[in-house]
């Protein structure tokens, strides 16, 4: 069992930046592959940012390639994502997904999850 504690997160104008923080817990063995997800209203949860303990690539999704950036801290199970040129369209609930490999994390059917953040970006 992997427990996810998630903070960062809130209201912000467009063009702002917030910083989420997400840390791991419990049998981390499973927590290979950790990011982001997000669920804005009226669509289906997808990944937003994730990277594979150890470094490597780290995947984006397109629609914030160059405006979000993802990193973590191995020492500390703990995933950061800065969001920076924050968008409206970027409202919704950000949830800290973790998984063995990134094939599980992005199906996103096998993850362990945190509660959700509320992130809002007003025009």
């Known amino acids: 069992q992997v427990r996810l504690r998630e903070s960062g997160g809130g209201s912000v104008q467009a063009g702002g930046s917030l910083r989420l923080s997400c840390e791991a817990n419990g049998d981390t063995y499973n927590s290979g592959y950790m990011g982001w997800f997000r669920q804005i209203q009226g669509k289906e949860r997808s990944g937003v940012a994730g990277v594979i303990r150890g470094g490597g690539p780290v995947f984006y999704a397109d629609s914030v390639k160059g405006r979000f950036a993802l990193s973590r801290d191995n020492t500390k199970d703990t995933v950061y994502l800065q969001m920076s040129s924050l968008k409206p369209e970027d409202s919704g609930i950000y949830y800290c997904?973790?998984?063995?490999?990134?094939?599980?994390?992005?199906?996103?059917?096998?993850?362990?999850w945190g509660q959700g953040t509320q992130v809002t970006v007003s025009s």
């Open positions: 997904a973790t998984a063995f490999n990134f094939e599980d994390w992005i199906r996103g059917d096998n993850n362990y």
